[in-house]
């Protein structure tokens, strides 16, 4: 896990307990949004991956009374582009990435200046010119497995492994952070549960995993014991 946290982000201490857990969940969850929005500056950015290619539209709503002049579309856009290859990364996307960019009449040197920023020099990276109609193209190398392929089955579930995953990290969380338990306890579907049980007996004496038909696959119960 070390080496590859050093691979993907030279220098940086990693981080371990309850922050790197948490972390990872939110990492997660972020993974599998379609979009966000950023308050600050107005971005509305939407990412979809299709058949053909990633799309990326990049649009500016700002909040009421604020500019949408050429400095607020042009911090939009360096904003959207960061923020675009950094959620590509983090979904282990790649191949053609189209970006709709806010506005049109760009400064098309500088546009290309902030994506190669954002997303690298790196000679397998192509930059297509910036198009009349705001549109930049960007190519690039495939390397991981997509994420939502790793975690979901072809029925686009959640594979039952990593939601036992899910209990145990769930239960490791709460057993890090709440030491005045003498004993928690997860309840989870059987199947779940199956998958789960050694990797809780690893968690100690004060972990406890109990089965249950009735709960959904997916859902689960963290308490005390």
Same mark, same amino acid.
């Not at 546009?111 to 193209?137: C, E, K, N, W």
């Not at 190519?139 to 994420?147: A, D, E, K, Q, V």
């Not at 579930?157 to 338990?181: N, P, Y």
């Given at each position: ?10 220098g940086?201490? @990693?981080?371990?307990? @309850?922050?790197?857990? *948490? ?70 996307? +790649? ?15 500088a ?27 960007v190519?690039? @190398? ?6 939502e ?16 995953? /899910? ?15 003498a004993?928690? *306890? ?25 089965? /249950?038909?009735?709960?959904? @696959?997916? +859902? ?6």
């Open positions: 896990m070390r080496e590859t946290l050093a691979s993907l982000a030279p940086a201490e @990693p981080v371990t307990g @309850p922050p790197a857990i *948490r972390a990872g969940i939110e990492a997660e969850e972020e993974a599998a949004s379609s979009g966000a929005r950023f308050p600050d500056t107005g971005l509305d950015l939407m990412i979809e991956r299709t058949r053909a290619l990633v799309a990326v539209d990049l649009d500016l709503a700002p909040a009421p009374g604020a500019s949408i002049g050429a400095k607020a579309r042009e911090r939009a856009n360096r904003q959207g582009l960061t923020e675009a290859a950094r959620l590509l990364r983090l979904k282990r996307w +790649a191949g053609l990435v189209a970006i709709d960019l806010v506005g049109t009449g760009h400064d098309g040197p546009i290309l200046t902030a994506a190669r920023r954002a997303f690298g020099d790196d000679p397998a990276i192509g930059y297509g010119p910036v198009s009349r109609f705001g549109l930049l193209q190519s690039l @190398p495939w390397g991981r497995t997509p994420l392929e790793v975690f979901n089955g072809p029925d686009g579930r959640r594979k039952v492994e990593h939601r036992a995953q /899910d209990v145990v990290r769930a239960l490791r969380l709460a057993l890090l952070s709440e030491t005045g338990s004993r928690l *306890r997860a309840t989870c579907a059987p199947d779940e549960a199956a998958i789960a049980a050694p990797l809780v007996a690893r968690l100690g004496p004060r972990a406890e995993l109990r089965a /249950d038909a009735a709960i959904a @696959p997916g +859902a689960f119960l963290i308490e005390e014991g």
